[in-house]
Structure formats: C-alpha cells, structure tokens
C-alpha cells in the first residue's frame, strides 16, 4: 500500500460486513486510524482485533442520533480528530412497488438511508471546523439517478443523498470540508439477498449466484466488489482529490452509460426477425 491516508482518521458506518468491511481494511492498509461503527458487537470487535491498534469498534445504530453522537465522540476520544466520515450503512426494508409499502418501513428507511447522512454530518463538521479541513463520503447508488435498479424507497432515498452531497459540498466549501458521492453499482454483496427477502443463511449461501446473475447486466459482465469501491473511497479521502467536492463518483462496471454493440446487436436481430414473421 503507498500509505496515501497515512495520519488520518476516518469512521465507516456498516463496517461490520460488505462495502463497509472491505474499505475499512484498505483504510487501515493505507495508514488511516479506522472507527468501525456498525451494529453487530461480534463481528466488529473480531474485525478490530484482526486489524490491531489503528482500528477501534464502536457500536452504533445509526438510525439512533445518540449513537451516532456518541461515534463522533469516539474518534476524538481515541484518536484526537477526525478527517473522514464514510456514511455507509444502508439496506432497504421496504418492498419494491409502492402498493406494498408501509408506514412503519417508509419512516425506518428515510432514517436509515437520509436522516443518518445529514445527522453524521451535522455532528462531524464542529470538530473538522475546528481542524480546519476534513471531508465526507455518503455512499449513494445509481438507483438514485436511473430507475429500475432498486425498490422505490430506496432509489428516492439515493436520490435524496445524491442532492445532500452537492447541497452540503457548498455550504461547508468556507470550512474547507468537503463532501463527494460514490454511486455503486451491482457489488457483490449480502444486501442483495436480503432485499429480495432471502434469510440471513441464505442471503450468504446464494451469494456469489446472485452476484454473478445480476452482474451480468454489466458491460464488464461481473459484480464489482467491495474492495473496488473502498478503492474509490481511498481517493476521495485522500489528498489526491483536494481540489473535488460537490461529485458522485459512479463506480458501476458501465451499467449507467448505455447499451452495448452487443446488446444493440441483439436487439436488431429480434426486431429484424419480428420483421421476417
């Protein structure tokens, strides 16, 4: 690792699996101090001690203001300072079409997907005003600006995010803190099974299937991973990207720009057979 993040402190929330894990790791390989904020106690206290002394687990629903108040005490109590929020965790309780919704899982994804963005943000900025610079990361999705790629709440919710980050990105531009977006596309991850209603051991054990179905959809013909989207995660808490704020970094394999040869192809032949009929 080139150690890019080398002194800085960073909070991932999710961190306990998918996305969240996978960037942490490179966060730690970096050189970055990591707060693993996430809801399982287990599985983040086994991470933290996996990865020793740069990391340290806190528990945190973020759903739960006084959690997430309580994260941002953390960092400072462990490590003096705070460079970089990941706003990360997200799911989706919701159902796909808007007849099956409910109150009660509307209200918990709009905090879970929104409230949780704004609220990490709002009790980040004093301590990364007082240092005089830090930077924010809310993961979106490109279910916020195309439909199709996820249930209703969910994609409206990253739409929300994807606006937060470019509102934000200019009211804290006079703190020096900046604020930027990754939209991931299809990444292999558990959230996928769990959307479509699967078990716990079944979301795990279909895993790499679904994965590999819906990366199909991709140009590049795969799922990203984790790991691809902590890649992009690193540039934007680093130096290297000083002079951006205010942008969604799409990582998505190609499924957002359009069509390829191959699919236009296919769909010349079915329209010239139709033709032929």
Not at 67 to 73: E, N, T
Request: aromatic share 6%; charged share 20%.
């Amino acid at each position: 690792m080139s150690g890019r993040l080398q002194g800085k402190v960073v909070i991932v929330t999710g961190a306990t699996s998918g996305i969240g894990e996978g960037t942490a790791r490179l966060f730690v390989g970096e050189g970055a101090r990591v707060v693993l904020a996430g809801r399982s106690e287990e599985k983040g206290q086994a991470l933290a001690a996996e990865l020793g002394e740069a990391a340290t687990f806190c528990r945190t629903d973020v759903t739960n203001e006084a959690d997430i108040v309580g994260m941002i005490g953390h960092a400072q109590t462990h490590f003096g300072r705070l460079d970089c929020l990941f706003n990360n965790a997200g799911a989706s309780t919701s159902s796909f079409g808007v007849e099956g919704l409910t109150e009660d899982a509307v209200l918990y994804d709009l905090k879970l997907l929104i409230a949780s963005v704004l609220l990490g943000v709002k009790h980040a900025v004093p301590l990364m005003r007082r240092q005089g610079s830090g930077c924010v990361i809310n993961n979106a999705s490109i279910a916020g600006f195309a439909s199709g790629y996820g249930p209703v709440v969910y994609s409206g919710a990253k739409a929300a995010v994807l606006q937060i980050t470019r509102s934000l990105a200019m009211e804290l531009a006079k703190d020096n803190i900046r604020v930027n977006a990754i939209s991931p596309g299809v990444i292999q991850t558990p959230i996928f099974g769990r959307v479509m209603g699967f078990e716990e051991e079944r979301t795990q054990r279909t895993l790499d299937e679904v994965g590999s179905w819906l990366g199909s959809f991709a140009p590049l013909q795969r799922a990203g991973t984790p790991v691809e989207i902590g890649k992009a995660a690193v540039f934007l808490a680093s130096d290297d990207s000083s002079y951006i704020t205010g942008e969604n970094l799409v990582v998505d394999g190609g499924m957002t720009v359009g069509l390829t040869w191959d699919d236009v192809g296919h769909r010349i032949n079915k329209l010239a057979a139709v033709g032929k009929a």
